[in-house]
C-alpha cells in the first residue's frame, strides 16, 4: 500500500481519524512514510507534528490512544482514512473529537445522539437518580423491561396496520429506547449489534440477506 500513496513535497499525506463504532470524524492529522510504516506495525495511530517536526504517537503521554481497526486510502491515493478505536478523547482541550466548533447544525448527527442516549441509559443505572424514568425500569428488573419492550414492540404493530407513518415512527422510538435499555442490563452494546449485523450481511448462500 505504501507505493500506491502520494506523498505532498513535505513527505506528508492528510490522515482523517474516524470512530470505527461511531463513525464520527475525530480529528485531521498527517503522516510520513514512517508514521504510516509505525501505524501498520503497532495497531496505533502515529503522525508526523508539522508544528513540532517530528514523530508523534497519538496518546503517548496523555493515554489517550487510538487503537486502529482499519487503514484505507481515497481514490486520488493522496490521503489516508483511519478507523479507530479511540482509549480517550481524541482532541487536547479533552473534547471528544476536535471538531466541536460549530458552525453550522440543521440537526444532531445520528450516531451522536445514540451513543449520548447509551450514555445516559449507563449513567442512570450506575448512578441512579430519583424519580428518572430509566432508573425505575432498572430498579424494577428484567420483567418489567421485557414488558415493557412486549407492549412497544405491540403498539409499532398497530401503528403500521393503521398505516400511520408518525404513530409508527413514535411507537419505534419507544421500541428503541426500551430495547436499549434491555441491552445495558444484559451488556449488549451497540457495537455488538452493529458487528451481528455486518457478519449476516457478509455471509454467503441460503443465509444471505
Avoid at 192 to 198: G, T
Wanted: with cysteine; proline share 3%.
Amino acid at each position: 500500500m505504501m507505493k500506491q500513496i502520494t506523498f505532498d513535497d513535505n513527505g506528508l499525506a492528510p490522515a482523517i481519524v474516524q470512530d470505527a463504532d461511531t463513525g464520527q470524524v475525530l480529528t485531521l492529522a498527517y503522516m510520513n512514510e514512517e508514521a504510516f510504516n509505525k501505524t501498520i506495525a503497532t495497531k496505533e495511530a502515529w503522525f508526523y507534528s508539522r508544528k513540532r517536526q517530528e514523530l508523534w504517537h497519538k496518546g503517548a503521554t496523555s493515554g489517550n490512544k487510538q487503537v486502529v481497526q482499519s487503514m484505507s486510502i481515497d481514490c486520488d491515493q493522496d490521503a489516508i482514512l483511519l478507523q479507530v478505536k479511540p482509549q480517550g478523547p481524541a482532541c487536547h482541550t479533552g473534547e471528544e473529537t476536535c471538531f466541536h466548533k460549530n458552525v453550522f447544525q440543521d440537526q444532531p448527527a445520528s450516531f451522536i445522539m445514540t451513543k449520548q442516549l447509551t450514555e445516559k441509559i449507563k449513567t442512570r443505572k450506575e448512578n441512579p437518580l430519583p424519580n428518572a424514568y430509566t432508573t425505575y425500569l432498572f430498579a424494577e428488573g428484567m420483567d418489567k423491561i421485557l414488558k415493557k419492550v412486549g407492549e412497544e414492540a405491540s403498539e409499532v404493530i398497530i401503528g403500521a396496520k393503521n398505516n400511520d407513518k408518525s404513530e409508527v415512527t413514535w411507537e419505534i422510538a419507544d421500541l428503541t429506547y426500551h430495547t436499549l435499555v434491555l441491552m445495558e442490563l444484559l451488556g449488549v452494546s451497540v457495537t455488538d449489534i452493529k458487528r451481528e449485523l455486518l457478519k449476516r450481511h457478509l455471509q454467503k448462500g441460503d443465509g444471505e440477506q
